[in-house]
């Protein structure tokens, strides 16, 4: 969690990673859902990146062969950690979680550090919370942004 008066700054690689990896989650259930494209294209803006771009990146990502597939590696575990949260936000926009996609999680936690329980923990909060639909785009990146 941030603490008051201190902001994170994220380089513009670290936001690429961010998007990229946010897209390869969607992906993993092998379809990226109308709420999904809603998600990513809103987590892009807030990015920075141009309509142009994230409209391409979501419609050509199933066929887009130059899209790196392995996990990103940030500057920082707390970045990491606010991905993680960012991307339990997006796969409860699906009601059905898919276990790819939790791995893709786990995975993203292990290239940064962060152990795997933290993403259980945070999966159980969100359950717990219930996000309702105007919550589920209160993006955690936002808070560095």
Known sequence: MKKKGTKMQISQLDK??????????????????KN????????GEKLGFEESFRRQALNTFFENEYIAK???KFSNPELAKTFIRDGIK?????????????DWLIKVA???GIDESFIYRELAEAK???????????????NYL
């Not at 717990?128 to 936002?142: A, G, K, V, W």
Request: no cysteine.
């Open 16 to 33: 690429s990673h961010y998007f990229r990896a946010m897209l390869l989650l969607s992906g993993k259930d092998e379809k990226i859902s």
């Open 90 to 102: 997006l796969i409860i926009t699906d009601p059905k979680l898919h276990q790819k996609e939790i």
């Open 110 to 112: 292990n290239v940064n």
């Open 70 to 72: 392995e996990p990103p």
């Open 36 to 43: 999904e494209r809603t998600f990513i294209d809103f987590l």
């Open 128 to 142: 717990n919370n219930n996000f309702p639909q105007s919550d589920r785009y209160s993006l955690e990146i936002e």
